[in-house]
């Protein structure tokens, strides 16, 4: 596939999503035009209603120039140390990220390795990891934010530990059924070399679980940053996206709210693309074909 075909078909549907986008910004934000020019006691024409919908102060859709308007505002021209900048907050959601994370990897990982090896812990703990879940985090994270509170815990903690309860998930999920993945006929055959407990897992599972694994970082990496901006919501923390989304949705600024999501979108791309990159390294490390 060329790339010329790889691109058609993504530009193509930007541009449809653009031109739905500009749509129901017009659809939107129309009714307040037309309430203006009511209570003016005048009329509004078409051409006048769509180019005062796409450059209100405070729309209840923001259009898409108005959205990068402020991307470019807050990410380009103002300094990264400048607490107006994207930038800066985007570092400091991507602080408890990237702990969360790596916590919740961690904990997944030998969750999964405790899990295949050991019956009783399959059976009693298995069960209440996917029932954890069931838990919606916007019930959670204020419970977690104020009992560490009270700990005398906070700043970058709580919100990392609310990441590790999402990300932890998905890798212990994806690690059991990568660690169970070879099949019977070679774990005898390890057996049959007088393989040991440690050689299997090193030499057969923990290879074997490598596509299940990067699978699950990638989805983990994602939702762990979902984790950070929610942890940051119920303690009306004055950095960070969570901050931006909370201070927007109080001042009824949706452009800046509409730019905080854009940059978490992106941040999330970039996570998982350096994952991607993560996993490429070892595939070429262990042998794997391209």
Same mark, same amino acid.
Request: charged content about 10%; hydrophobic content about 55%.
């Given at each position: 596939?060329?790339?010329?075909?790889?691109?058609?078909?993504?530009?193509?549907?930007?541009?449809?999503?653009?031109?739905?986008?500009?749509?129901?910004?017009?659809?939107? !934000?129309?009714?307040?035009?037309?309430?203006?020019?009511?209570?003016?006691?005048?009329?509004?024409?078409?051409?006048?209603?769509?180019? !005062?919908?796409?450059?209100?102060?405070?729309?209840?859709?923001?259009?898409?120039?108005?959205?990068?308007?402020?991307?470019?505002?807050?990410?380009?021209?103002?300094?990264?140390?400048?607490?107006?900048?994207?930038?800066?907050?985007?570092?400091?959601?991507?602080?408890?990220?990237?702990?969360?994370?790596?916590?919740?990897?961690?904990?997944?990982?030998?969750?999964?390795?405790?899990?295949?090896? !050991?019956?009783?812990?399959?059976?009693?703990?298995?069960?209440?990891?996917?029932?954890?879940?069931?838990?919606?985090?916007?019930?959670?994270?204020?419970?977690?934010?104020?009992?560490?509170?009270?700990?005398?815990?906070?700043?970058?903690?709580?919100?990392?530990?609310?990441?590790?309860?999402?990300?932890?998930?998905?890798?212990?999920?994806?690690?059991?059924?990568?660690?169970?993945?070879?099949?019977?006929?070679?774990?005898?055959?390890?057996?049959?070399?007088?393989?040991?407990?440690?050689?299997?897992?090193?030499?057969?599972?923990?290879?074997?679980?490598?596509?299940?694994?990067?699978?699950?970082?990638?989805?983990?990496?994602?939702?762990?940053?979902?984790?950070?901006?929610?942890?940051?919501?119920?303690?009306?923390?004055?950095?960070?996206?969570?901050?931006?989304?909370?201070?927007?949705?109080?001042?009824?600024?949706?452009?800046?709210?509409?730019?905080?999501?854009?940059?978490?979108?992106?941040?999330?791309?970039?996570?998982?693309?350096?994952?991607?990159?993560?996993?490429?390294?070892? !595939?070429?490390?262990?042998?794997?074909?391209?």
């Amino acid at each position: 596939m060329t790339l010329r075909e790889k691109i058609i078909p993504v530009l193509t549907v930007l541009a449809a999503l653009l031109i739905l986008w500009y749509a129901a910004v017009v659809f939107l !934000n129309a009714p307040f035009e037309r309430d203006t020019a009511a209570r003016a006691g005048t009329t509004i024409g078409f051409a006048d209603l769509v180019k !005062n919908t796409m450059a209100q102060a405070r729309p209840v859709l923001p259009a898409p120039h108005q959205v990068m308007a402020e991307l470019w505002d807050t990410v380009v021209d103002k300094p990264v140390t400048s607490k107006r900048s994207l930038v800066y907050h985007a570092w400091i959601t991507l602080s408890a990220t990237l702990m969360g994370f790596g916590i919740g990897t961690v904990l997944g990982v030998l969750l999964a390795v405790g899990i295949v090896h !050991n019956r009783a812990m399959d059976r009693s703990l298995m069960p209440w990891i996917i029932a954890s879940q069931t838990i919606p985090i916007l019930a959670i994270a204020p419970m977690i934010i104020v009992v560490l509170n009270a700990a005398g815990v906070s700043g970058l903690l709580p919100k990392a530990l609310i990441s590790t309860y999402l990300s932890f998930f998905p890798v212990a999920v994806g690690m059991v059924k990568g660690l169970r993945s070879p099949e019977q006929i070679q774990l005898d055959l390890m057996r049959t070399y007088h393989a040991s407990g440690a050689q299997i897992f090193w030499k057969l599972r923990w290879p074997s679980a490598m596509p299940y694994l990067f699978a699950s970082l990638k989805v983990a990496v994602a939702i762990s940053l979902v984790g950070a901006i929610v942890g940051e919501l119920p303690t009306g923390a004055v950095a960070g996206l969570g901050a931006r989304l909370l201070a927007g949705s109080y001042y009824g600024q949706t452009v800046q709210i509409w730019a905080a999501l854009f940059m978490a979108a992106g941040l999330a791309a970039l996570l998982v693309l350096l994952v991607g990159a993560l996993q490429s390294l070892v !595939n070429a490390r262990m042998g794997a074909r391209p």
